[in-house]
């Protein structure tokens, strides 16, 4: 009936070290047995209250399942990282290189921006960007570039 309620209970106990516990477990299922049905434990609950006793080896259950550990690799994060300071060092030697800047610091922008995984979008030829007075930008499709 609730005998194998009180045989899991025993089992675990016994397999998280604390066989006193597990015994005592078994003299309470065995009082609880009496007292309500009037029976003795079946022999499977008394099987298992002696070989808590003699602590037998079977019981410790199977081995938990051990993965494999994974070999280890590079973090994608460090070998971005590697691109975009590429990028940026390059940037930075072809504006140093042409003086003022101009189309080869846009095109140095443009390959940092590449490697950071930043998307370059052309702005549409009818599209004027320009500076509102507090800073803020707004774009007039009436002026074409």
Known sequence: MRERLHAQRMLALYRSGRQAEALEAFRHARRVLLGEVGLEP???????????LRQDPDLDGRPAHRFPARPRRSPRWLLGAAAVAIAAVIALAMTQLSGSGGLVAGVATALLLSAAGVSVLRRRPSMTTRCAPQGSIRSDPSESA
């Open 42 to 52: 079946g022999p499977e609950l008394r099987h298992l209250n002696d070989a808590i």
